[in-house]
């Protein structure tokens, strides 16, 4: 499934245990561009459906090109965002050097392995190796519950740290 929340629960995990060096922001977008290639493939009719950019090589391209746009792109989103919903609380714009650099690949490697786990038509070291031996090393209902519990615990210690900073 193209663009799959279920990324974004060891993403949350990441942000909620290392706030000041993980940007959530930059990790959704990586996920996302990432996706971009499965979703062309699905309009148009094409198999297979993880191609370039769903290798280590094509998400080093990816992040290479988050670590140069990424920021002004969530830069952007976030203007975008305040003025939207100016009656919750303002986000932050933001992004540090080395969270930036730190989100990029987390979110794009990460997506990979995730991947390569659930999907068959994936060759994640490609050009060099055709094969993927984490393709089922967890079953789907596994993976699945791997990243809904990591998203569960991220938003329960996040939750857990604006309390601790509003009581103080």
Known sequence: MPITPFHFGPGFLAKATFTKYFSFRIFMLTNVI????????????????????????????????????????????TSIWNM??????????????????ITVFVGTYSHIILDSIMHQDLCPFYPWNKSNDLLHILSYGQLHLFCVLTGVIGIAIYRFRIMNSIKK
Not at 37 to 53: A, D
């Open 34 to 77: 990432i996706d971009l290639e499965s979703i062309y493939f699905v309009l148009t009719n094409q198999y297979p459906l993880h191609r370039f950019f769903h290798t280590y090589f094509g998400a080093t391209i990816i992040a290479v090109g988050c670590i140069v746009v990424g920021r002004q792109i969530c830069y952007r989103l």
């Open 84 to 101: 939207i919903f100016k009656s919750f609380k303002t986000i932050n714009k933001e992004i540090s050097v080395v969270a930036l650099i």
